[in-house]
């Protein structure tokens, strides 16, 4: 008891403090959806164009969306532990389990100029992150509305949006834009647990059948535990 | 009928049915509370036998671990499916056993005559958390890795002979490929036949003693003209059918989470134990498996490491 | 015992509908026990990954000369590719009398290679590697007088003693029972040579 009562106060208080990765902002809710098959493979035509070329997806290695867009083992890059400074870039196969759509989603699109940074940009949900903006010509320039000291105040309470001010314009409007990264993100959310389509459809089959068989087991036990109760009232009468 | 007879006089399975099921009185007063001793025993039959399936397709070493559970949920049919029924299983296994245990509390089902059926539970509660603690660390993530070492610290804690029996149980320096493949080794083949060898006491036990009830009567000591207790209710069929009412219940609860939420938002498999392990990068936040984290708050709340332990082991 | 006991006490005890639920219930859980089965057992069968490498491989035939024999890996199994000289496949008759399917009577090998050379083409001959008998790997020994007074050049299969002649035809009086066995194959063109399927 003293255990339960105990994980119940702790799994609710739990919080995730991230000491080396710093968020500034809220993130944004992704309006992903992984049933649709067509922006699914969009976002893998994109993660092909943009992504492949420093990072893996190791995991998908039959997958048919992935072999359709042309994301195949052969094509992926290996990195050893050394590269890019001790940095190398990661395998996105997990990165959604790991991280989430949000934030991904979030992410990709708060970059922002920043001379100090050693790649000339920086990001609001991951401060100080070793990946250089990919997206400077489709989005477009971002720069910082308040002073980089201010971050630390406002960390949480803000949208990347209500910080960042479009500088120059890139190739896309922005809600072109949005719905291209989007893509992206469903994608790499299919590919972080592509059973999720099968086991919904599985799913639904599995636990209505249960409910069948929980309902006749109730009838039926309810019909033997009568002989019970009617054994009792009897001992009761005499 | 003969053939029954043929059997039975050679390898009494029909009387052994009989006498502890037909012939195996329980208090007809039980509650729903008496329903996750049955329920425990199906969570380990699942394990057992999701184990034994993804045991095809794991391999134990530092290098492949992780890939190997990743190939088999993409690649091997229906091997998402295993995987997350194990995992789930896990958790809900542990789910049974708090609430079997807060009845045996409850009902006070420690006390005179049930005192080593109650002694056998916490062994069997000891041995599931090693089994679940053994198996967590076989995926090789970062949070299997990281626990891992964490309560291996916790062993190194105990004075004078802390070290070294750390080092004896990780086999290394520190927590590395040796460590995983006698964790695979417990995990798979020491741990569940101690297991089921103490489940198997621990119904001899019961089936000595007889169920507790709510009321606290015992039926033994009111028996009628027949022999038989008069406020028993024969097991079979009448505890079986509620069981299996039980069971279908439960399994509903079960199947809802595998299909639609297996992870359990990060409480059944953790967001961090989806990178594989790198001993150069401590994730920002450590934190054990929902069913251990009481112990391991109590051992945080100590500052003296010693201390903690000891606080751990006694509460 | 007990049911029926309280059952002839108790007349409104509705026997039929228990016996109907208890009828239903064993039918339903019968099911539900099959469906569990259904993941369990498909976990048995290859993966795709196996799946994919049971595709049809390719191989380029220019490389190979007369007299060459070359080994390639298909679902696992080795195959082997040789390119028999003129000389060799007129021979092939002649030792008709000391083998045990000539005509290559027993099914092993599709219906196209079920001729004298028993290949499509005389000169390409593909074989699974494997003995019939216990599945060694036979050596490929085409000089003639090679393993004893009458070999006129073949396979020999050093495990148990069997041998075929250059057509991986099985000798009369060795362990293996049958002729070795010819995988589906086709010519996509003259020098490209594809292993694993049948012409479409």
């Known amino acids: 008891m003293k255990g339960l009562i ?4 702790l799994g609710g208080t739990v919080t995730y403090v991230n000491a080396i990765e710093q968020s500034f902002v809220k993130p944004d809710k992704a309006p992903i959806d992984i049933k649709d098959r067509a922006t699914v493979l969009r976002g893998a035509v994109h993660f092909k164009a943009q992504c492949l070329t420093c990072h893996s997806m190791k995991y998908m290695r039959f997958d048919e969306i992935s072999q359709e867009a ?11 532990e050394f590269a890019w400074g001790g940095n190398p870039p990661p395998d996105l196969s997990l990165v959604v389990k790991r991280r989430s759509a949000d934030w991904v989603y979030t992410f990709l699109r708060s970059f922002y100029l920043d001379a100090g940074h050693s790649t000339g940009f920086n990001n609001l949900v991951w401060h100080n992150t070793k990946m250089p903006n990919p997206f400077v ?17 406002i960390r949480g309470e ?13 190739a896309m409007t922005g809600e072109q834009f949005d719905d291209y990264v989007n893509d992206m993100v469903n994608y790499l959310a299919y590919a972080s647990d592509p059973s999720s389509l099968e ?40 | 009928m003969s053939f029954n007879q043929w059997i039975n006089s050679r390898l009494p399975i029909s009387d052994f049915f009989d006498q502890h099921l037909r012939q195996y009185y329980a208090p007809k ?12 025993i199906l969570c380990l039959s699942i394990q057992i036998i999701s184990g034994i399936w993804l045991l095809m397709y794991y391999e134990p070493t530092a290098k492949t671990a992780f890939d190997s559970i990743e190939f088999m949920m993409r690649e091997v049919p229906y091997g998402w499916l295993l995987r997350y029924v194990h995992a789930v299983g896990a958790s809900s296994f542990f789910v049974i056993l708090y609430f079997h245990l807060y009845r045996a509390l409850m009902y006070g089902s420690y006390q005179r005559p049930r005192e080593l059926l109650w002694l056998s539970g916490v062994l069997l509660l000891i041995l599931a958390m090693a089994e679940a603690y053994t198996g967590y660390v076989l995926p090789w993530g970062q949070m299997s890795y990281w626990a891992a070492k964490v309560i291996m610290n916790i062993f190194g804690a105990i004075p004078f002979i802390g070290e070294p029996i750390m080092h004896l149980i990780q086999g290394d320096y520190v927590v590395s490929e040796v460590t995983l493949q006698r964790f695979f080794a417990f995990h798979v083949v020491a741990f569940p036949m101690i297991l089921l060898a103490m489940v198997f006491l621990h119904l001899v036990a019961l089936h000595t003693v007889g169920s507790n009830n709510p009321d606290g009567i015992e039926i033994k000591d009111n028996k009628g003209a027949d022999g038989i207790p008069k406020d028993g209710v024969p097991f079979h069929p009448y505890f079986t059918i509620k069981d299996l009412v039980a069971a279908a219940a439960f399994l509903i609860i079960f199947f809802t989470i595998v ?15 989806f990178i594989p392990a790198n001993p150069l990068v401590t994730p920002p936040e450590i934190k054990p498996s929902w069913y251990l984290a009481p112990y391991y708050a109590i051992l945080r709340a100590v500052p003296n490491q010693l201390l903690g332990a000891l606080a751990m082991i006694s509460g | 015992m007990l049911i029926l006991r309280m059952a002839m006490g108790n007349e409104s005890v509705d026997l039929k509908k228990r016996a109907f639920l208890t009828r239903t219930s064993q039918a339903l859980g019968a099911i539900a026990v099959c469906g569990a089965a259904i993941p369990l057992v498909q976990y048995l069968k290859p993966g795709r990954e196996a799946a994919m490498s049971s595709l049809p491989v390719e191989f380029d035939l220019s490389g190979l000369k007369p007299g060459d024999q070359r080994t390639v890996l298909w679902r696992g199994k080795p195959i082997w590719v040789i390119r028999r000289t003129m000389e060799q496949v007129t021979a092939l008759n002649k030792i008709n009398p000391n083998l045990s399917d000539p005509n290559s009577q027993i099914e092993q090998q599709p219906e196209y290679a079920k001729n004298p050379y028993r290949s499509l083409r005389p000169d390409i001959l593909v074989l699974v590697g494997l003995c019939t008998h216990l599945g060694c790997a036979p050596t490929f020994r085409p000089e003639p007088k090679a393993i004893d007074e009458d070999w006129d050049g073949g396979f020999f299969c050093s495990c148990h003693g069997s041998k075929f002649d250059l057509a991986g035809r099985v000798y009369k009086g060795v362990p293996a029972p049958t002729n070795l066995e010819v995988p589906p194959y086709y010519f996509k063109n003259d020098q490209l040579l594809v292993i694993g399927a049948h012409e479409a």
């Open chain 1, 70 to 80: 042309g994301i195949v083992p052969k094509l992926m890059p290996v990195w050893d």
């Open chain 2, 259 to 273: 299909f639609y939420n297996p992870t359990m938002d990060g409480l059944f498999l953790e967001k961090e134990n």
């Open chain 1, 6 to 9: 105990l994980t119940v106060i």
């Open chain 1, 199 to 238: 086991r919904e459809k599985i799913g639904s089959w599995v636990i209505g059948y249960m409910v069948v068989l929980f309902i006749v087991l109730l009838a039926l036990s309810l019909s033997y535990w009568d002989d019970i109760k009617r054994k009792h009232y009897q001992s009761s009468d005499k």
């Open chain 1, 158 to 170: 803000k949208r990347w949006s209500e910080l960042l001010e479009l500088e120059t314009q890139g």
């Open chain 1, 137 to 153: 010509g489709i989005q477009g320039q971002q720069v910082l509305m308040v002073p980089l000291s201010d971050l630390q105040h």
């Open chain 2, 29 to 40: 007063n039980l509650n729903f509370w008496y329903f996750f001793g049955s329920l425990a």
